[in-house]
């Protein structure tokens, strides 16, 4: 799986379009939105609900060969510091650092924080509101953006675009 497929926006669509070739599927799964569901488990009842709704649709199960079958991974997320002044890096090094982001650190600051953070919202606009009320402009633009509908790389441009605006 790619971090930079924005048709398919999550693990599951991806599988189901080049595993099983089944497209009404992938759609479905497509538009589940994972941060709609605080609790892993209440997702995991909905993708199989999901699945099991096309499963009895069809009158032949679709398959998938065994190098293609769906493998369910487990991850450690590593987070480190780059950043140990809050107040120094709002400046010029932080636009090139946003800019140079890789896909996953995309993911984990704009997709996985608003599982994260109590309010749903993404690190970006969390950091930024500990500065005050100075780059309220900035954070309502950030939160404007759609990660499910922009591929990671989009989603950088976009950042970028708005720092270089607002900094």
């Not at 048709?7 to 497209?23: C, R, T």
């Not at 609790?39 to 649709?57: P, T």
């Not at 950030?142 to 591929?151: A, E, G, M, R, T």
Request: with cysteine.
């Amino acid at each position: 799986m790619s971090f930079v497929h924005p048709e398919y926006h999550n693990d599951f669509s991806w599988w189901a379009h080049f595993g099983l070739h089944d497209d009404i599927l992938t759609e479905r799964l497509a538009i589940i939105d994972p941060t709609e569901y605080k609790d892993i488990e209440d997702l995991r009842k909905r993708l199989i609900q999901v699945i099991e709704n096309r499963i009895a649709e069809v009158d032949y199960m679709p398959w998938s060969r065994n190098e293609n079958r769906f493998h369910f991974l487990r991850s450690t997320i590593i987070v480190y510091d780059l950043c140990h002044e809050p107040l120094g890096c709002v400046n010029s090094d932080l636009k090139t650092f946003i800019s140079k982001m890789t896909p996953t650190s995309v993911f984990y600051h704009f997709i996985d924080a608003r599982r994260r953070t109590s309010d749903g919202s993404d690190d970006f606009s969390v950091w930024l509101a500990g500065f005050g009320t100075q780059y309220e402009e900035l954070i309502k633009k950030i939160k404007l953006i759609d990660p499910y509908f922009l591929s990671l790389s989009e989603i950088r441009k976009l950042l970028t675009e708005l720092f270089n605006e607002h900094l």
